[in-house]
Nanobody
Framework: QVELVESGGGSVQPGGSLRLSCTASGFILVNYDIWWYRQAPGKEREMVAGIGVSGGKTKYEDSVRGRFAISRDDAKNTVYLQMNDLKPEDTALYSC????????WGQGTQVTVAS
């Protein structure tokens, strides 16, 4: 059974850091591009970051570039999103996404940034 499980969310103050993890089961992540998305209440889901096969290429949404870093550990079948200098506008449900023969989503992990 294919499954993506995110973890690492929580509540932090502005300027704080979190590291999100997305671990896959049922398939091998090494063969696929991986994406992190987020959705804040009342807003559309947006792409935050993506990483290509073997980690050679990365892509970031403009507002997170320089603050967030996506990486992958294929030996652990896991992708990470290191988030630094968090801002209140980063508050959202963060989900990872992989397209194999269909689109797969995790259940998401909540990130809340507030003083």
């Amino acid at each position: 059974q294919v499954e993506l499980v995110e973890s690492g969310g929580g509540s932090v103050q502005p300027g704080g850091s979190l590291r999100l993890s997305c671990t896959a089961s049922g398939f091998i992540l090494v063969n696929y591009d991986i994406w992190w998305y987020r959705q804040a209440p009342g807003k559309e889901r947006e792409m935050v970051a993506g990483i290509g096969v073997s980690g050679g290429k990365t892509k970031y949404e403009d507002s997170v570039r320089g603050r967030f870093a996506i990486s992958r550990d294929d030996a652990k079948n896991t992708v990470y999103l290191q988030m630094n200098d968090l801002k209140p506008e980063d508050t959202a449900l963060y989900s990872c996404n992989v397209f194999t023969t269909q689109n797969w989503w995790g259940q998401g992990t909540q990130v809340t940034v507030a003083s």
